[in-house]
Every structure is written in C-alpha cells, then in structure tokens.
C-alpha cells in the first residue's frame, strides 16, 4: 500500500519536474518562437549601393544578447539594379550554408564550400546547390535600406517567406 | 623495524580498514584474475582497452581545459588564445585532447573492424555490439561538439553546414534548426547548447555506455579466437566457451591484461608526441560572420562527408542525406541479429573482408578529396597566376586580347591553364583539341554541364576574342578537334569560314 502511494508521489514529482524541464528545452523550437523570428533592420543609408553594383552589407542581428559577441553581425549581398530595384541576397549558399563571394568581373557568386554558382541576380548557375540564392524582403524607408531578418536561411525556412523567382521585384 | 616496514604495515593495516568497510577487495580480484581464453593474448585485442584509456584521457584534459574556457559565442575564441599563448602548458594540454580526440575516434573505429572480422558481435555478444554501435555515434557526436567549441570560423559554418541538413528534413526541418542552433540563428545560444552537450550530456552517456559494455565483456567472457569451421550455435557455444576458458584458460591479470597495459601507455605516449610536434587544432580565424574570406573545413574525421556532400547527384542528395546515415546506422545495429551465429573467422567470411575493404578504401578516396577539394572554385587565382607567356608567345592581337578576357573573367577559378587555377571544370591547355570552335562558343555563351552561361556577361566581341585565344590552346602535338558530322558532307556545305577565322597553326 505505502509502495504504491510512494511510486504515486515520485511519478507525480517526475511529472511535475519532466514538464517545464521539456517545455524549456523544445522552447527555440515552439510555434510562437518560430514565428516572431524576424524584425525589420537598416543596411544603411541607399547611396551606399551604387546603381548596378553588388556590394557586402552587414546588419546587427535585431534579437542580439550581449554575449553573442561577433556572431551578431550577419553579412548580406546588396545588389542595386536600378532606380528603387534591390534584391538583398543572403550570404549563405542554399546548398550547406557556406558564405558565397561576388566576383564582380565575371557576375557571378562562388561557395568555397562545393563549388555552388549563382548569376548576379542569385538564381543558380551551376553546382550542387538545389536552388537560387535565398533573398531577404526590403524596403525603403528614410532613404535607408530596410531587410527583414533574423533567421538563419534553410531549405525548409527561406529568410523570408517565399515570393516569386529571382529576378523580379519582391518588396 | 626498519622506517620501510614500519611504512608497509600501516599501508597494510590501512588497506585493510578500508576493505572491511568498502568490501571491494574480493571483487576486484575476482574481475582481475577471471579466465579468459589463451587465444586472446593477443595484440589484436588491446584496441578497445586503448579506447576507454584515451577516454579517460579525455576527461582528464576536458576538465582541466574548462578551467580556463569560458562557453560564451563573445569569449569563447578569445579563452582559446588565452589558453594557447599565456596559460602555462594550455597548449598542450589544448593539443592533447585535440590529438586525443583523433586517435580515438581512430581507435573506435579499428577497434570496431577487429571485432567485426573476428565476429565478436555473434551469439550471445550481440548486445555488446550494439552498445558499441551507440558508443561510436557518441564519439563522432563529442568529435563534432567539440569542434564546435572550438568557436572559430569553420565551427561557425560547421553549425551552417549542419542546420543546412537539418532543414532538408521534410515537415520538421526548420524545428529541427531551431533546436540545433537554440535559436532561429547561430549565436551566442548555440555554443551554451553545444557546451552543455559536449560537456555533460554526451560525455555522460558516454560515459554510462562504456561501463555498461565493459560489464557485458567481464560477463560475457571475451571473444575467443575465431577458428575456421567452429560454428556458433545457440546450443553449443556457451558450453564450448566454459570448457575451453576452463581447459585452456589464462588469468586476465596478468597474462592478457599485460598486452592492454603496453599499447594503452603507447598510444598516451603517441599522443601526447603529436600533441608536442604538430601543437593545438586552432583555433582559425575567429567567429566573425562577416569574414568572408573563408573556406569552411570540418575535421579529419568529417572530411569524406564533406567530400559526399559534393559529389552526389543534385536530385539525390536530399534522399541520400536523410536515409543514408538511418540505413547505415541501422544495418550496423541489427548486423548480429542478422548474422548472430555461424562462422566467426574472417577466413570463411569473404563478404565480411570485402565489406570492410570497400568502405576503407571509399572512405579513405572521400577523405582525400576532401583534402584536395577539386570542385572548389580558387577564389584567387585569377589575380594570382597570369596567362603564362608560352601561351601568348606567335598570338595575334586578337587572341592576345582573348586571353585578356580570359583573366578578367576569372575563368581560371575554375579551369586551370599550366596546372595554375581551378579544378572545377576542366584544364584549358588542350580545350581546343576537344571542342570545335562551334562547340567553344556555345559552351561559352549557354555553359552546361556545371559552367554557367556567360551569354549575358560578355560582349561579342569579348567572344569572338576569346575564342579565337582558346582555339590557340592545342597542346603539343595535337590536331585541333573537328566536327565529325563534316567530313561526311561535301565541303561546300561544311561550316564555311570556320577554319579560315583561325588561321592553320
């Protein structure tokens, strides 16, 4: 009898312990984690990016801690088409996340990693990668170039929820 | 009584008082002088006990060096130099569990070959065997978690590279992320988790397994030396196994445990050499996201993988990285249930021998690919290495000027010109002797097969230019190539003027 009533009150402790135990652990996990992931966040003022050029951009991770140190400065390519057109690429190739580079001579994006290749615009040129650069939503604000941001880019998440092929305007 | 005798008996007497309380005495000598066959006194069984000393190894240097790490994303690389250049010894002690980790991995891995030819998994082993299989995914998990830790450029993109596989997970993928970086993204989150992994949990279980598999070989008996045509059968074995330890059995200690005690002092001793020849693994450059200027490595160990992650097909590469690893963890777990008894010695067991040759030698071919890394495109080697002047040598102008674009264009990041430049696509030296001039243009304008067309980033004339260069590069000795399709037609119908715009040479 006091056996049972003693399995009882450590199964109920367990469970009371077990709950918040998981709950805290699944947390970076949970829905509404999930979906508040990203923020809108500056690049800077437009006349950084010249008219027909790609250039590197860095922006602050908007839900930095204190204690990420440089992990929360997250780079970006910005490629100016013309007039009010950008498209805001993010660094990692969509094959295994490696930081492809601009060669601005040959119009082309480069993964050291596995040899992915992009065209200019981030649709994919050649390699392993299964797809196009991811890109970030934009806009204009202020004169500034504003992305929504925050999320590592993956093939089941994009940074940012998808939109059509590369090349046409997404903002 | 002499001050040494004096010294012994209370040393005795001290012995003696602990063991009427710990009772442990009598165990430890049973455990230490428990029979085991005189076949396994051999050289070939001293890999596992090597591995559990390197563990320890492990623990020891693992421990020490969180005295100083601090498992902070802002920090963490800063303690690494702090370790490595102002602690006294941290060097050391930093290249000791980084060179330990290595030759553990390595040792788990023969250890797993030796027990596998020698068909130690079979009846009633099975059990072991399969705790082995979780201890080695637990080692490989604590060689990528310490990686991690390490908290430099390629553990940065290391965690890339892994939230990348983790979000080709069909419905859960982006979940999955989120656990693994602790966060939507990679940062100061993600290094508390992988501490607590590598520090705690993994080390734990490690820990838990290894005694629960050491326990089952003291229990089980260890493997006897597999004899061609002595089947195992579920019957006979535990008897015949009694009768031999009985009729030709030798004391563990000290008989077979002498050869364990030799090869564990010498691999502490190669270890603790390469730790003092070759120093500390890192850290690289540290974990700054906007350097860009990187290229991603992972350890030793994961370098086929990495060499995998490039060669598979496009189309199959989801498929195969989410069910290879299942499968062949899976096949690895149920092989003695599969196989559990019968023929033990690998001289009866061809496909067991050829298995084992063929995923060395894959393994082995991958790991070095992954060393060369052909399909990388060299970021640099346009800028670096200039068109050599025996290509230019007798040109015309405008094939000069072709070979101008050549280096504009950067082609050799990926084609190399006198074994100067990439290898992702193929050398130039001879290209001409492959492709026809139609052919030349085409590949340069649409690409295919991996080039990217380069239709919209050069002018014609930057075309016809580099063409013309490229149809210079034949190579000695070699006839240019030619459509085939033209000596079959009469030659006024053959492509006209091809062969006139590029001057015989």
């Known amino acids: 009898m006091l056996l049972r009533l003693g399995l009882l009150i450590n199964g109920a402790a367990a469970a009371l312990l077990l709950t918040p135990v998981v709950r805290y652990l699944l947390a970076p996990a949970r829905k509404q984690a999930m979906r508040s992931d990203q923020a809108w966040v500056t690049l800077g003022p437009l006349e950084q990016f010249p008219e027909g050029q790609t250039r590197l951009a860095t922006f602050t991770n908007p839900f930095r801690h204190p204690w990420d140190g440089e992990t929360a400065d997250i780079p970006c390519w910005v490629r100016h088409i013309r007039g009010n057109q950008f498209q805001v690429f993010a660094i990692n190739c969509a094959h295994l996340g490696c930081p492809v580079r601009w060669f601005a001579q040959s119009a082309l994006f480069l993964c050291p990693c596995h040899g992915g290749v992009y065209y200019e615009d981030g649709s994919l040129a050649g390699g392993p990668p299964p797809r196009g650069l991811w890109q970030y939503r934009h806009k204009i604000e202020r004169g500034a170039l504003v992305i929504l941001a925050g999320r590592l880019p993956t093939l089941s998440e994009s940074a940012r929820r998808e939109c059509p092929p590369a090349g046409s305007s997404c903002a | 009584m002499s001050p040494c005798g004096v010294v012994v008996r209370l040393i005795r007497a001290l012995g003696a008082w602990l063991d009427r309380r710990l009772q442990l005495a009598d165990t430890i000598r049973e455990v230490a002088r428990h029979r085991v066959p005189r076949s396994t006194a051999s050289w070939f069984y001293v890999f596992g006990s090597v591995t559990f000393v390197l563990f320890l190894l492990q623990i020891v240097t693992g421990v020490v060096l969180a005295f100083s790490y601090v498992p902070s994303a802002a920090e963490a690389w800063n303690s690494l130099q702090t370790l490595n250049h102002d602690e006294p010894g941290g060097w050391f002690l930093r290249a000791v569990h980084g060179w330990g980790s290595t030759f553990m991995v390595a040792l788990v891995l023969i250890h797993m070959v030796q027990v596998f030819l020698f068909g130690a998994f079979k009846y009633p082993r099975e059990l072991t065997w399969m705790t082995g299989v979780l201890l080695l995914l637990l080692t490989l998990g604590m060689a990528f978690t310490g990686q991690v830790l390490r908290f430099d450029q390629d553990a ?300 919209k980033n050069l002018s014609p004339p930057e075309v016809t230019a580099l063409v013309s260069f490229l149809e210079t590069l034949r190579g000695d000795g070699l006839s240019p190539a030619r459509n085939p399709a033209e000596a079959a037609l009469p030659p006024s119908a053959a492509s006209p003027g091809r062969n006139a715009a590029s001057p015989g040479r």
């Not at chain 2, 084992?356 to 992954?370: I, K």
């Open chain 2, 156 to 455: 940065y993109w290391g965690l890339g590279i892994g939230a990348s596989i983790m979000g080709r997970v069909p419905l859960v993928g982006a979940r999955l992320v989120h656990l693994l970086l602790g966060g939507p993204i990679i940062a100061g989150d993600t290094l508390s988790h992988f501490f607590s992994l590598h520090v705690f949990i993994v080390p734990g279980l490690l820990l838990a397994l290894a005694g629960l598999h050491v326990l089952m070989v003291l229990t089980l008996g260890i493997n006897e030396w597999p004899m061609p045509g002595r089947l195992v059968t579920r019957d006979r074995y535990l008897h015949d196994y009694e009768e031999l330890v009985q009729k030709d059995g030798i004391p563990f200690v000290p008989d077979a445990f002498q050869r364990d005690l030799v090869a564990a002092g010498l691999a502490v001793l190669a270890v603790l050499g390469c730790a003092a020849l070759f120093g500390p693994f890192g850290p690289s450059g540290p974990p700054n996201p906007t350097i860009i200027q990187t290229t991603p490595r992972p350890d030793f160990f994961f370098l086929w993988l990495y060499a995998a992650l490039s060669l598979l097909p496009r189309n199959l590469e989801t498929p195969l990285l989410l069910t290879a690893p299942v499968i062949g963890i899976g096949v690895l777990f149920v092989l003695p249930l599969l196989s559990g008894f019968g023929e033990k010695s690998w001289r009866r067991r061809p496909l067991a021998v050829l298995t084992v040759l063929l995923v060395g030698v894959s393994f082995a071919a991958l790991t070095r690919l992954g060393q060369t890394t052909p399909w990388s495109p060299v970021a640099n080697a346009w800028s670096g290495a200039p068109v050599p002047a025996r290509y230019l040598e007798g040109r015309s102008p405008l094939e000069r000027q072709g070979a101008l674009v050549l280096q504009n264009k950067q082609c050799r990041n990926c084609h190399a010109l006198d074994s100067m430049g990439g290898r992702r696509g193929p050398a130039l030296d001879e290209v001409a002797s492959r492709l026809t001039v139609d052919e030349l243009i085409r590949q340069v304008l649409q690409g295919g097969g991996n080039m990217p067309a380069y239709g």
